[in-house]
């Protein structure tokens, strides 16, 4: 927090941004960097038992966050949703591109945070900026992280090649991130201060499950895996589309906080939101009958909880089962983009 | 083109859009991607030869491109900048990830035609996408692409490496993009339709010199290497700076079209703007004199252009000589996006 820091991007300009602000970004350390940030591309280096996985995601301005919105937590969670997408392959993460469009009125104590959020993270899971690009904005700001991770040859995991019979786990609990949206947008009542934190720090900061994505693909024990983004009922889709199943899943089963337990007690038509909101990101995966006992000991082992909550069936449909045994109707769209 | 298209994207969804628009930009027999476009990260096979390259660009509306550009161009050209980055650093580009924030009142036409632009780009250079993110957009388009290549160990070009003596050159000729934009915006008088018709083609659809900066890389002949995005006087800054020497250029050297020099005849000012605009997408780079002659044939081996147009020197400054000896002033700042 250096005073001489000026007001906005415009008055800094865009190479001194990124000397003062991105290259700070560079973790010591982390392996295969050859060149990083500053040149053309980077050169990254692939060990040869290792594939290479990738995915962006972005953060939008008036879609995904707004311009009040803490800017520490948002750096955060735009590399998180990030390396969920890397833990749901099974993958260790390891660098990462950040392509920003930002108004030349963004105040720079706004981009100091943001970065600050950035590196926080990147310390917190040993991933390393390694290029990048900034631009300016005549609308929003907007954030577009690309994540590589590796995985050994042949162990992604992949949201196909779920089986009948198989068990249907996920990981944490369902439903905080979107009770937290709600809760921040002032539409559940008699909220306690507490859980309110609770559920909206799910929301701000979702804990990406990649110590148990990479022991799953270590452990050759899952199939169909993905992490729930999209909501629960859509994301299970997602598996069964790939796959060619159906699914079936008991609300019952399905495992939720205390501060989403006691607003399902008050109101249990918060049920069906837990069903369709987005933006946990848990782990969600089936598991053949055999393996199941494998993998709750890898859940123990990581300090990760892992619930069954269902089974992959014959069919293309997800059906989910209410606590009388009758089907439930969900929305099937899940988060929606447009 | 087909009939049912709907009107905006979005009354087809986002789940529709990516079967419909970005499934079909797979192209097959690229080599190294075990898992494309629809998990939750490519996964992707580096040959032990070789080091990856990637980089990230960002066609931001407002900015660099209007709403009512040609579709077909900009999709071209969001994969050519991009390209451009691989070529400098003297790579094969093989793969690519897209994300793209759209608002939902976009006509689906002009996604149509926007991803007909990347599939025509991509069969042109090999490069297939493997992967992308669609999101909604509360004010703009927004283009984010991340571009791969493959290199062979420690074989990138880079920035830095500039000796004094070194010869500079720079490919095709420079300054047809910045005068498109400015004819295009109505800020040249005088100028004939077909010249206009070039400038504005150039402006639009740059030609990333992929396979010179393969060749360069396989020579092992250069050293100092950009590609001409920012401006010739700024872009070459960059190369003084990350290799600590200066540069001495000759305003006569400089190779100009047809269209740019019959302008310069008949305002010679416009030689300042040639010199600071952007967007050329050609490869400037510095070569040790005894390579000089190796590089010229390389050049005319793959048909392109290479002009020297001055010598690296002590210092750390860029020094434009004028036809009459004297030192031009340019704007240093190149290409502001701020």
């Known amino acids: ?74 750096g955060q969670k735009a590399l998180r949703v990030n390396l969920s997408d890397i833990a749901a392959m099974g993958g260790r993460p390891n660098w990462y591109l950040l392509s920003v469009g930002l108004p030349g009125d963004t105040p720079s104590q706004w981009l100091a945070e943001f970065t600050r959020g950035l590196r926080a993270c990147g310390e917190r899971y040993g991933v390393t900026i390694v290029g990048g690009n900034t631009t ?80 799953l693909a270590d452990a050759a024990a899952v199939r169909g895996v993905i992490d729930v983004s999209d909501g629960l009922v859509a994301d299970l889709g997602h598996i069964c589309e790939a796959s060619g199943k159906g699914a079936r899943v008991e609300v019952g089963r399905i495992p939720l906080s205390e501060a989403a337990r006691r607003l399902v007690l008050r109101d249990p038509g918060l049920m069906r939101r837990i069903l369709s909101g987005g933006e946990d990101y848990e782990l969600l995966f089936t598991v053949a009958p055999g393996a199941v006992g494998m993998v709750r000991t890898l859940g123990e082992r990581i300090g990760v909880p892992v619930t069954e909550i269902g089974e992959i069936v014959a069919g293309s449909e997800v059906e989910v089962l209410g606590l009388d045994g009758e089907r439930v109707v969900v929305e099937q769209g899940g988060w929606r983009h447009f």
């Open 1 to 74: 927090m250096k005073e001489e820091i000026a007001t906005t991007l415009a008055s800094v300009g865009e190479f001194p941004l990124i000397r003062e602000f991105f290259q700070p970004l560079r973790l010591e350390g982390v392996a295969g960097v050859v060149a990083g940030i500053g040149d053309d591309a980077a050169v990254l280096a692939v060990p040869r038992t290792q594939q290479l996985l990738a995915t962006v995601d972005a953060l939008i301005e008036g879609i995904h966050f707004s311009a009040t919105d803490d800017p520490f937590l948002l």
């Open 136 to 215: 300016g904005s005549s609308s929003g700001r907007t954030i577009h992280v690309t994540m590589f991770g590796l995985v050994g040859q042949g162990r992604a995991l992949s949201r196909g090649g779920a089986e009948v019979g198989d068990r249907i786990f996920v990981t944490g609990t369902v439903g905080d991130a979107t009770l937290g949206l709600a809760a921040r947008q002032g539409r559940l009542t008699g909220l306690d201060e507490a859980d309110q934190r609770y559920l909206e720090g799910r929301l701000d900061l979702p804990e990406p499950q990649v110590a148990l994505g990479v022991a």
